[in-house]
């Protein structure tokens, strides 16, 4: 298998006779071989021939984490149709555009997950394209169809229907678009990512080799499988490697800290915030969770403390850092295996082979070594475009080829990459921008700080001025006042927050980002007492 050619679905072929008789995934009570795994696909690909799918059709799964997930999902890349994962946590308007938008025929639910009628909220949108809703669960609402009786439909005429997936899987090239993945809609409607499937495999293969993913790895996904995060370096690396994919739905501390023990789990990708919340659960010391061996994480500033209590005392040999968007395949930089734990945690990294980065000002000129500018990608993994938006594409990705990613980032000598900031996250103080990630790194390397979630607030005489939300680091108990002065001394004045409030837990979204709006919302009552 060349990792630089594949199809989605030939990579499915591939790895369900390669790795026939390991383990594939383990859900609660459901554990399948590749070789079952394999055969589960085929035959829900047969089901969706049946089902009238055709090549280059939308299917979506808007479920968690889950067994079924995997099956359909890939089954839909064999069937020679375009995946549209869909976020678990969209209310039934946001789902209903996204379904619209990328013409989806056929939608996978989970009814009841998370008490959300998932089938209920499309009932009366009006979506004339989508002919079928399928349940992944047992919750069943009216006009569903069961997953039982949908797989049923590929035993009627198999052979022939086995026959049509193989060919479809064999008209796939490498460059096809396999997945639309749409964006969180943080500003107007979300957009839709078209992601070629070869170039998930392609950047994912070297990012799993890096990050020592090895056959027979038990693999931890908290990362929900519709976010780039679960699905590409998650489903797709555990393919590519033959590791075990161990799905879970809903990240709670104490359960996922049984299942690394009673797993074993070798491989944990996931957001700071998830590591520092172990790092001070109370009763980490009673579970034995020496079989972890590497990880990723990202998407948040890290204090280097967090990385060496990661290797310390959750026991990762290997802890890599990363950047990505969806629009680059979910992976644009990371960081290699034996980079320092003050490199880890202050870069994302460098790019992957054949990978382009530039740092650049407002004329699009390349700016000095250690400056902050917009950063650029350019390479095999950015994505063709936008679904459907030839003018969104135009205004993200440049004649030359280059994606704007928005992103605030300043690159070292080497190419290592510091994400500072959002340029829209940014807020101004008294005409003076500031970036809330680069307060965010600052305040992390204070002893008392797990970590920190900085944002803009108004303020009558200033305009806007900082707020920070603070996790404690473990055993800390860290007052307001002292974290203000602490600031006073390492940052410019209007870089220091005006407030800090001390919390237990930050809003994540389902793919583990602060969720910022949140934090604006939850200032509001706090400003307010």
Not at 169 to 184: E, L, N
Request: aromatic share 8%; proline share 5%; net charge negative.
């Amino acid at each position: 298998m060349d990792p630089s050619r594949t199809s989605i679905a030939e990579l499915v072929r591939w790895s369900t006779s390669e790795y026939a008789e390991l383990l594939a995934i383990r859900d609660g009570d459901v554990s399948l071989t590749y070789r079952e795994l394999g055969e589960r696909i085929d035959a829900a690909a047969r089901a969706l021939v049946a089902s009238g799918v055709e090549p280059g059709d939308g299917v979506a799964v808007w479920a968690p984490n889950c067994w079924e997930w995997v099956v359909v999902g890939l089954a839909v890349s064999r069937a020679g149709a375009v995946l549209v994962p869909v976020n678990t946590r969209f209310k039934g308007a946001e789902a209903a555009y996204v379904l619209e938008k990328a013409s989806v025929s056929l939608v996978f639910v989970v009814d009841g997950f998370l008490g959300t009628d998932y089938s209920g909220a499309l009932a009366n949108r009006d979506l004339p394209g989508l002919r079928e809703v399928v349940d992944l669960g047992t919750a069943g609402g009216p006009g569903t169809v069961s997953f039982a009786e949908f797989m049923t439909r590929g035993d009627v005429e198999h052979e022939e229907l086995q026959v049509e997936i193989d060919r479809r899987s064999d008209a796939v090239t490498h460059d096809d678009v396999g997945v639309v993945m749409f964006t969180s809609g943080t500003t107007g409607h979300p957009k839709g990512v078209m992601v070629r499937g070869g170039a998930i495999i392609r950047a994912f293969h070297s990012y799993g080799e890096c990050l020592t993913v090895r056959k027979g790895d038990p693999y931890l996904l908290v990362n929900p499988y519709f976010h780039a995060f679960g699905y590409n370096s998650g489903i797709i690396v555990c393919l590519l490697f033959g590791a075990l994919n161990l799905p879970v739905q809903i990240y709670e501390p104490d359960k996922v800290l049984e299942l690394i023990q009673r797993e074993k789990v070798a491989v944990f990708p996931g957001p700071p915030a998830l590591f520092q919340g172990l790092l001070n659960h109370p009763d980490l010391d009673q579970y034995d969770i020496s079989s972890l061996r590497a990880c990723v994480t990202g998407a948040a500033s890290i204090s280097v403390e967090l990385i060496v209590g990661m290797r310390e005392r959750l026991g990762f040999d290997h802890v890599m850092t990363a950047y990505g968007m969806t629009e680059t395949s979910g992976i644009a930089a990371y960081t290699r295996e034996g980079d320092s734990a003050e490199l880890v945690a202050t870069t994302s990294g460098r790019a992957p082979l054949d990978v382009e980065l530039r740092v650049v000002d407002d004329e699009g000129n390349d700016v000095s070594t250690g400056e902050p500018g917009q950063l650029l990608v350019r390479g095999f993994q950015v994505t063709p475009g936008y679904l459907d938006a030839p003018e969104q594409t135009a205004e993200a990705i440049d004649a030359d080829g280059w994606l704007h990613t928005g992103d605030i980032a300043v690159m070292n000598e080497a190419g290592y990459i510091d994400i500072t900031d959002r340029m829209k996250d940014m807020f101004i103080m008294g005409g003076f921008n500031a970036y809330p990630a680069e307060i965010e790194r600052v305040m992390v390397e204070h002893p008392d700080v797990g970590i920190a979630a900085v944002i803009g607030v108004p303020d009558e005489r200033m305009g806007e001025v900082g707020a920070a939300f603070v996790i404690p680091a473990p055993g800390a108990s860290p007052q307001a006042e002292d974290l203000i002065a602490w600031c006073r001394e390492e940052l410019a004045n209007y870089k220091v927050p005006r407030h800090v409030w001390i919390v237990d837990e930050l809003p994540l979204t389902a793919s583990t980002k602060v969720r910022k709006p949140e934090l604006r919302a939850l200032s509001e009552d706090m400003l307010a007492r």
